[in-house]
């Protein structure tokens, strides 16, 4: 197959070695729990220690602070075996590869010294609350506010969609902390919610898919937070900090819509040569050689254009425009190629069994969250 042996111009012996280790872990840890997940919308707690214990926890991070101490090449390695695993309940991008450079990028030392080598051990386990019922991609016009009151900020206000959601022990909180309009008002707030007073956690919401992820609903009701807690020392930040971020975030999104694109490739290609119909394997059909032609082909270009953002990230050369463009196409590939790759499968499709099925129902919110795709196409317009 075309996408035998492709090897993208970042990887190294030493991202060989730990996509073993990835792999060994998803085959002993995720895999075979993939349906217990499912029903109990979340993983096992556990499994961060575990994830903890194999060094797969804020890999990039400096190792002065319990990290890895490597490259967003060791993130990419992650999330493509995951991928690959076909697992979209573990929600490590959003732990390490997200949270945990919010804080090493912008946090007083105090502040990475405080929770980066607890959230590297799996001790801590942490979400980002950004959307509210009201507010999806329009950040600055957030409604949770966090009001001064001493050394304590008194915080009150609701979010939504939130991964981790369940497990998460600290919460990155988006909060307007001044009246000042737009941006402008908006910090950060990491808040360790263990046991904390008024904040409370509300229901499991019941998606289309990702249904073994534990994203909920989470509410702040009068809820006091340390001073020191915003992030960097200094209010209205936030806004900035976000966006500064969010290219990595997209660039994380397109790694797995591309690595699953290519595993459903793979899932449909093996099922046309086992499956028969009118005496010999579909695949010896025209229509199912040439669909699986066409998938092999935009799964292996998806692939390619995202390693090259890859490597322009790891050189640190990646544009706001360019990470909008890898998450707005690499989603749609992911979208568009899982749906025809189903189509293949007949009934089977459609059966949750069938991981293909699975796969067509995680892939629909690749497209909305990190920024919609069609907030991507502003994005990128802007800087024709």
């Not at 890895?68 to 590869?97: C, K, M, P, R, Y």
């Not at 806004?239 to 694109?261: D, K």
């Not at 059909?285 to 292996?300: D, P």
């Amino acid at each position: 197959m075309i996408l035998d042996g492709y090897r993208g111009t970042w990887e190294t012996q030493e991202t060989d070695d730990l996509r073993e280790l990835v792999r060994n872990f998803m085959n002993k840890e995720i895999v075979p729990n993939q349906h217990t997940f499912i029903d109990d919308h979340q993983v096992d707690r556990e499994l961060w220690n575990r994830a903890g214990d194999a060094g797969l926890l804020c890999i990039s991070i400096p190792e002065e602070y319990g990290g890895g101490g490597g490259t967003f090449a060791h993130e990419a390695i992650i999330l493509q075996e995951q991928g690959f695993a076909g697992d979209a309940a573990w929600g490590n991008s959003v732990h390490s590869t997200i949270i945990a450079h919010y804080i090493n990028a912008f946090g007083t030392e105090e502040q990475k010294k405080q929770w980066l080598p607890r959230m590297a051990t799996g001790e801590l386990v942490a979400a980002i609350a950004m959307t509210e019922p009201g507010t999806g991609s329009d950040l600055q016009s957030v409604k949770t506010k966090a009001v001064r009151d001493g050394d304590e900020y008194i915080i009150n206000g609701s979010k939504t969609f939130i991964s981790n959601g369940t497990h998460a022990d600290i919460v990155v909180i988006v909060a307007r902390t001044s009246e000042d309009a737009g941006a402008k008002g908006v910090s950060l707030i990491v808040a360790e919610v263990a046991d904390l007073p008024g904040f409370s956690r509300g229901r499991v919401l019941d998606k289309v898919g990702q249904r073994g992820q534990d994203t909920r609903e989470l509410f702040f009701e009068d809820m006091r937070v340390p001073v020191d807690n915003v992030l960097g020392g200094v209010e209205g930040r936030g806004f900035l900090q976000l966006m500064q971020q969010l290219p990595q975030e997209r660039l994380a999104i397109a790694v797995a819509g591309a690595t699953t694109t290519e595993a459903a490739v793979r899932e449909a290609v093996a099922y046309a040569k086992e499956r028969e119909a009118f005496g010999q394997s579909i695949l010896k059909f025209q229509n199912t050689k040439f669909v699986l032609a066409e998938c092999a082909t935009e799964a292996l270009s998806t692939r390619t254009f995202v390693d090259h953002l890859t490597q322009l990230h790891i050189d640190g050369r990646l544009t706001t425009e360019q990470a909008s463009a890898g998450k707005y196409w690499a989603t749609d590939a992911q979208a568009n190629v899982i749906d025809r790759c189903l189509q293949i499968f007949g009934g089977y499709g459609y059966m949750l069994e069938y991981p293909i099925a699975r796969m067509y129902a995680d892939a629909r919110v690749q497209k909305i969250y990190g920024g919609t795709n069609e907030i991507m196409k502003e994005l990128i317009s802007r800087g024709l």
